[in-house]
């Protein structure tokens, strides 16, 4: 099997891929289409050995549109060439041009009034007819060879209406009606094509967001270099960073140090980057020197300037502030999250709207049905009496005002500007078919560590007892800790750092499994541990128990510090409650979800308190990874449609089985991510309210353009059975639905 890429010219809407599946599902050895309307790409999975893909490229010229291979450095929003990016704006112009020429000509030979209001009888001159024909060619110039291919394989079209109508008009000696038809055909298709490449120019200016160049830094002895992210050699550069990160300044006692401007393509995972002010982070990585903050808001939608200390994540596409950093490299260039969202994006394409799919499913039937109730018109009442070039024109009308361009275009449009506005807010919906989602929502289910909480244990008490002051107890516990990888350990570290506690060395130190560790700290044996540890130790008072108990009872993890003489004190550590986790679940239940639901593996303690300090509605506790699966299925069934939220590989489960997955995407593990259908870049839940509202907004477009496109079209074809309508008032009238419809949707941009 191959998998072959291909730039798609003239792929803006729903038409031209129902076309292109038509021409390439049947050629032999094709086994998989999949369409992104977003940047006009086909991929196409084939069987090399029945078919090429120069065939392919063939097959879709038979359609009308043009195919190329698809060239990864090439700005999708670019034209390939300069016909393929004016061609269709020069027709439009030269056939209304042509229009203004030809009718000119007819007032000058008949006059004004019969140039305008003349019957076909009074005859338009041989110049003028000749310009009117050349503006029903410029017109239809791109239309024609879609329309011929829809007549080929008898699947009528918009294309093939519009040319019926303009042939028709010119037959009956309509011709300034047939050339109006034409050009504002051509202009409405000129919008719908200006509307997508909009929403592709707003998706392709997230590429401009980062540099494509890095500042690499290297170190050797007199000018010597080294592989870039390490300066000893010892590193290789495609390998695991784990011994890259904080620990990399090693590398600035072997020699000098230089920097080199790079490719960022070229940069390998472990790599140090120079960033000054004000310019932008190359590449995803770790601070390892220096501190500043950084506007984030191109990748996660956060309005203010975060800041950025040694140890800290950056994001590639982000703008320094204003001090000069370095970071280590954690993912290519490829893999960026910034890359990882214009992917995403792009694949959204595929998976379309509920909304989406009815209108293209209604287009397919609705179009032949009205060309048979066209022909219909044309020749019952003729057959009854009826003037023949009358009820002609009337069938003629009939079809131009059947053209579904507006009812088409207004959902893919819609989607896309939606789809393109949640990303710059740091949202990255995966597709068409999870924009409407949320609008249906009853029930959201929340993970607690990592989603509620922010997944990192914190010190949120300490208890000095036996003389001791705060200071000197996260002295002891720090050096002690300062030995362990354990997460308690970690956060204690941290948080003795933060306040400016000064480093002592501990020796002699030990694990004792289970429980603690113990140390030498100025030669004295110390210890810390747990509550149990510390009542196996037998120095226990009932008013140590009782404190203890009201931390742990208060969802807290206890580390005692003690020696051989006396417990010096007690260190509560908690995962803390995101600060944003309540005004979120109040905003949900403002926003028409019924019920949230916690969902944890953690004991029931715990969860209660988050619950309480959170205001959620029901808690789920000590559950498995199936166990969460099955919550979910019970809240489905009771309740209807369920979001769940998540950011661990123990929620991917529950995130595909909801009918809404959500995953933390900053902190979120890859299989959270790639298994929901909805990533929150920022790990900022106050963005699910948005994500709701943001929801409802778009179907409410979605479902006004719809209801705008169809209630013109049952206008028009009253008059129509009226007598009363006429061409160049149907197309008219169809076009500024377009436009309308194209202009409501793009609103989405700006959300």
Known sequence: MKTSSLRIIGMDCAEEIAALKSVLDPVAGVQDLQFDLLNGRLTVIFDDTQTSERALIAAVSRTGMKAEKWREAVDPSLPSSWWDGNGRMAMTVASGSLIALAFGLHATASGLGTAFFGEAESGVPLAAKAAYLAAMITGAWFVAPKALYALRRLRPDMNLLMVIAMVGAALIGEWMEGATVAFLFALSLLLESWSVGRARRAVSAL??????????????????????????????????????????????????????????????VGTTVIVKPGERFPLDGRISKGETEVNQAPITGESVPVAKAPGSEV?????????????????????????????????????????????????????PAVMVLALLVAFIPPMMGGAWDKWIYEALTLLVIACPCALVISTPVSIVAALTAAARHGVLIKGGLFVETPSRIRVVAMDKTGTLT????????????????????????????????????????KFAEAKGIKKRAAESFQ?????????????????????????????????????????????????????????????????????????????????????????TGDNRGTANVIARATGVDEVLAELLPEDKVSAIERLMNEHG??????????????????????????????????????????????????????????????????????????????????????????????????LLVVANALRLLKS
């Not at 590193?235 to 790079?262: F, I, R, T, W, Y």
């Not at 502030?321 to 999250?337: I, M, N, Q």
């Not at 516990?477 to 990888?485: D, K, T, V």
């Open 207 to 268: 590429l401009d967001l980062s540099p494509t160049k890095a500042r690499i830094i290297h170190f050797g002895s007199h000018g010597e270099k080294k592989q870039p992210g390490c300066s000893t050699g010892c590193c290789d550069p495609v390998g695991p960073q784990a011994h890259h990160d904080d620990e990399h300044q090693h590398s600035e006692a072997k020699g000098e140090a230089h920097e080199e401007l790079v490719d960022v393509a070229s940069v390998p």
């Open 315 to 367: 994001f590639a596409g982000t703008i320094n502030g204003d001090g000069a950093v370095e970071f280590v490299t954690t993912k290519p260039a490829a893999d960026t999250t910034l890359a990882r969202i214009i992917r995403m994006v792009g694949e959204a394409q595929a998976r379309r709207a509920p909304t989406e799919q009815w209108v293209e499913t209604f287009a397919k039937y609705y179009t």
């Open 454 to 493: 922010e997944g990192r244990p914190a010190v949120t008490e300490i208890v000095p007892l036996s003389g001791h002051t705060t200071d000197e107890l996260l002295e002891i516990a720090a050096a002690i800790e300062s030995r362990s990888e354990h997460p308690l350990a970690r956060a204690i570290v």
């Open 511 to 599: 694990v004792i499994k289970g429980k603690g560790a113990s140390a030498i700290l100025d030669g004295k044996p110390v210890w810390l541990g747990s509550h149990r540890y510390l009542e196996e130790r037998g120095q226990e008072t009932p008013e140590m128990h009782a404190k203890l108990e009201s931390l742990s009872t208060a969802g807290a993890s206890i580390v005692v510090i003690g020696n051989d003489e006396h417990v010096c004190g007690f260190i509560a550590v908690a995962d803390k409650v995101r600060d944003s986790a309540a005004k979120t679940v109040s905003a949900l239940k403002a926003a028409g979800v019924e019920r949230v639901v916690m969902l």
């Open 641 to 738: 449609p369920v979001a769940m939220i998540g950011d661990g590989v123990n929620d991917a489960p529950a995130l595909a089985r909801a009918d809404l997955g959500i995953a933390m995407g900053a902190a979120g593990t890859d299989a959270a991510i790639e298994t929901a259908d909805v990533a929150l870049m920022n790990d900022d839940l106050s963005r699910l309210p948005w994500l709701f509202a943001h929801s409802r907004r778009t179907l409410g477009i979605i479902r006004f353009n719809i209801f705008l496109s169809l209630a013109v079209k049952g206008a028009f074809v009253i008059l129509t059975f009226a007598g009363t309508a006429s061409l160049w008032g149907a197309i008219a009238a169809d076009t500024g639905v377009s």
